[in-house]
């Protein structure tokens, strides 16, 4: 049984970084899709990008194209979302999840996915 756990979350200025880290367990991780997705107060979870099992292809939301990056290392089982340029606007829950068989660019569709982990939480405030 795959299990994700997120961690990097946390407080930072706007125009701030912030990376977080999505490792993965119980199974191994280049069998998946992974996605990142948000949640914030009183909205819909948002689909912010997701990269295909090898890491060749990714697919960024519209929101956080050219400033979040996504990458992976499945060797360590461990999925990466850089965040650059924050705002506050992207004070969320944020979540990893993953799908054996839907890649970019639909696997921004949270859908897709039946493994979550448990997110963290990144608040953009002055």
């Known amino acids: 049984q795959l299990q994700l756990v997120e961690s990097g979350g946390g407080l930072v200025q706007p125009g701030g970084s912030l990376r977080l880290s999505c490792a993965a367990s119980?199974?191994?991780?280049?069998?998946?899709?992974i996605g990142w997705f948000r949640q914030a107060p009183g909205k819909e979870r948002e689909g912010v990008g997701c990269?295909?099992?090898?890491?060749?292809?990714?697919k960024y939301a519209d929101s956080v194209k050219g400033r979040f990056t996504i990458s992976r290392d499945n060797g360590k089982d461990t999925v990466y979302l850089q965040m650059d340029s924050l705002k506050p606007e992207d004070t969320a829950v944020y979540y990893c999840?993953?799908?054996?068989?839907?890649?970019?660019?639909?696997?921004?569709?949270?859908?897709?996915?039946?493994?979550w982990g448990q997110g963290t939480q990144v608040t953009v405030s002055s």
């Open positions: 990269i295909s099992s090898r890491g060749g292809s990714i």
């Open positions: 999840a993953a799908n054996r068989f839907i890649g970019p660019p639909l696997c921004v569709m949270a859908k897709w996915y039946n493994d």
């Open positions: 119980g199974a191994p991780l280049d069998d998946y899709n």
